[in-house]
């Protein structure tokens, strides 16, 4: 039922990589994140504008996004591409230091590179959403009046800094994730977030068929 409802995500020879609920979810999330980015940064470098309203409704979004998200995997993709396996992480010391193993290593889905971004930006976004919602109590919006005296100042006074730090962090993550999506050798991961598919010869030359089932289309 699941393929048929995605007939129009692939083309015919082509291997499924991405399906368009999940490309959908990494545009929205890539979206709400840069305007949550702008509209926190710019008026600290002296850009003026009313921010405050654009900033909590981006990140309302950004967290339905990712609930969106969670119930989705817990439900039907599930965690397994995620997983840090021991072999990739032996591999990648190996390789590090100069020794490599015979006959290669293909990686599942995602490599191990990814699923290290994958995870970090997991908790960074996870912590700037938590304190961004607990700081939404200092904002009034037609569905609530603040209360700035929900915590005591000492409280507020973390929340801000982990706010920070998690939007500081994000920039750099922003920065290294633009940065590979556009390096040439890599272009091949980026169009697959863009229309859904790879090659069957990208497929065959980067991936373990054991590990990564992937559904196909005939030529």
Same mark, same amino acid.
Request: hydrophobic residues 50%.
């Given at each position: 039922?699941?393929?048929?409802?995605?007939? !129009?995500?692939? &083309?015919? $020879?082509?291997?499924?990589?991405?399906?368009?609920?999940?490309?959908?979810?990494?545009?929205?999330?890539?979206?709400?994140?840069? +305007? @949550?980015? &702008?509209? !926190?940064?710019? #008026?600290?470098?002296?850009?003026?504008?009313?921010?405050?309203?654009?900033?909590?409704?981006?990140?309302?979004? @950004?967290?339905?996004?990712?609930?969106?998200?969670?119930?989705?995997?817990?439900?039907?993709?599930?965690?397994? !591409?995620?997983?840090? *396996? =021991?072999?990739?992480?032996?591999? &990648?010391?190996?390789?590090?230091?100069?020794?490599? =193993?015979?006959?290669?290593?293909?990686?599942?889905?995602?490599?191990?590179?990814?699923? =290290?971004?994958?995870?970090?930006?997991?908790? /960074?976004?996870? &912590?700037?959403?938590?304190? !961004?919602?607990?700081?939404?109590?200092?904002?009034?919006?037609? @569905?609530?009046?603040?209360? #700035?005296? @929900?915590?005591?100042?000492?409280?507020? $006074? /973390?929340?801000?800094?982990?706010?920070?730090?998690?939007?500081?962090?994000?920039?750099?993550? =922003?920065? +290294?994730? +633009?940065?590979?999506?556009? *390096?040439?050798?890599?272009?091949?991961?980026? %169009?697959?977030? /863009?229309?859904?598919?790879?090659?069957?010869?990208?497929?065959?030359? %980067?991936?373990? #068929?054991?590990?990564?089932? #992937?559904?196909? *289309?005939?030529?």
């Amino acid at each position: 039922m699941e393929a048929a409802a995605d007939e !129009g995500d692939a &083309a015919p $020879g082509r291997v499924i990589r991405h399906r368009l609920p999940e490309r959908l979810f990494h545009w929205v999330m890539a979206a709400s994140m840069l +305007v @949550l980015l &702008a509209t !926190g940064f710019l #008026p600290v470098i002296g850009i003026k504008f009313p921010w405050v309203t654009i900033h909590w409704i981006a990140g309302l979004v @950004l967290t339905a996004a990712i609930l969106f998200h969670v119930v989705r995997v817990s439900g039907w993709l599930g965690f397994r !591409g995620m997983s840090v *396996r =021991l072999d990739d992480l032996r591999h &990648a010391v190996r390789h590090a230091t100069g020794r490599s =193993l015979s006959g290669g290593h293909r990686s599942g889905k995602y490599e191990l590179a990814q699923q =290290l971004y994958h995870h970090t930006v997991a908790i /960074i976004v996870l &912590a700037a959403v938590a304190t !961004g919602i607990v700081m939404m109590a200092k904002v009034d919006t037609p @569905l609530w009046q603040r209360d #700035p005296y @929900l915590l005591a100042s000492y409280t507020w $006074g /973390i929340v801000y800094v982990v706010h920070g730090y998690a939007g500081m962090a994000l920039i750099t993550l =922003l920065i +290294v994730h +633009v940065y590979f999506a556009f *390096r040439p050798e890599k272009l091949w991961f980026t %169009r697959s977030m /863009i229309v859904g598919w790879i090659t069957e010869r990208e497929f065959r030359e %980067r991936f373990d #068929p054991e590990r990564w089932r #992937p559904e196909r *289309r005939d030529a």
